[in-house]
């Protein structure tokens, strides 16, 4: 382990680090490190003896995170695997993904539905329906919608830490926000399902007038039509026409909790 301490007080370790074993320490009070004595800045150490080790352990389980220096990582005595057992499922986040009019919130209402008749807690997160709130600050830039998809990648993983099946749908059109949503999220918790609806499908539902505006350039930076939209390379599923026609809602919601079925989320 090597901790460094910087200038104006903060820490560095690395991020096994802070969610390793050192979190257990955090019990000890930063009183406790002004009683005992800070360790000097600059100062590196790559193994500790007593009686300076469990300082150094102190230190080494506070962290930087962004602009938040000397912060802490609070283990609670409930754990995930305590939660799923309750539930009778296994936490996960279903990443719905495609253009405006593709299904999203179809797919997400239906499968929800379709969840909760079988016993199964979830929760979904609409992109629209965040941009009432938490995400009201954002519009729809590449950087604010790069952002709208960290937040909520961050809350589906919170969701999915809590047991429940969180059902996120947005259009998160660049692939390098959805993979950043999927790396943070425990081993194959992401499931990503990709909306593959042909554009004139979708422009031709336009249930919200969105698509004419774009097209009249009242909109501008509308997915699809002047602004990107990068379809998924690995993801767990494809939701696509058959012979021009879509499936049906119930199809596709069908198509979700097979997967959830055969790969145990819903059994503890
Ligand atoms: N410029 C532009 N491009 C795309 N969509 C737009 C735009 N302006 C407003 N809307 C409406 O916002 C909804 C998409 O919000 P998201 O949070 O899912 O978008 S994103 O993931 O940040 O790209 C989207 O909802 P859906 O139609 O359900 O996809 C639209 O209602
Ligand atoms: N599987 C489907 N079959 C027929 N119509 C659908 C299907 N899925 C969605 N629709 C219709 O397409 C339109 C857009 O669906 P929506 O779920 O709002 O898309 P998104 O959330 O991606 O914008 C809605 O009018 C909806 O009723």
Redesign the pocket.
């Known amino acids: 382990m090597e901790i460094t301490l910087k200038k104006g007080g903060g820490v560095t370790c690395s991020p096994a680090e802070r969610h390793g074993s050192a979190h257990s320490l955090s019990v000890y009070t930063t009183k406790r490190l002004n009683e005992t004595g800070f360790p000097k800045e600059g100062e590196a150490r790559s193994s500790f003896s007593s009686p300076k080790q469990i300082i150094f352990d102190v230190v080494a389980s506070m962290s930087v995170v962004g602009k938040s220096a000397n912060i802490f990582w609070q283990e609670c005595p409930v754990r995930k695997l305590d939660r799923q057992k309750l539930l009778k499922q296994k936490g996960c986040v279903i990443w719905i993904t495609?253009?405006?009019?593709?299904?999203?919130?179809?797919?997400a209402c239906t499968l929800d539905r379709d969840l909760h008749s079988r016993g199964k807690l979830a929760y979904v997160l609409d992109g629209d329906n965040l941009r009432h709130g938490l995400n009201k600050d954002l519009g729809f830039s590449a950087e604010d919608r790069a952002e709208n998809i960290r937040r909520v990648g961050e809350v589906a993983k919170l969701f999915a830490d809590a047991g429940l099946i969180c059902i996120a749908?947005l259009i998160s059109p660049y692939r390098k926000d959805r993979d950043s949503c999927r790396a943070i999220l425990p081993d194959l918790s992401f499931i990503e399902v990709f909306?593959n609806m042909p554009l004139d499908l979708c422009e031709a539902?336009d249930?919200k007038g969105l698509y004419k505006l774009a097209r009249a350039g009242k909109i501008k930076g509308f997915t699809g039509i002047d602004d990107p939209y990068e379809p998924p390379l690995n993801c767990e599923i494809e939701i696509q026409q058959e012979n021009g026609v879509?499936?049906?809602?119930c199809a596709?919601a069908g198509q979700v909790v097979g997967y959830l079925e055969e790969k145990g989320f819903l059994r503890e």
Do not use: E, F, I, N
Not at 98 to 107: C, D, E, I, M
């Open positions: 495609g253009l405006s009019g593709s299904g999203k919130s179809t797919l749908s909306m539902r249930p879509c499936p049906s809602p596709m």
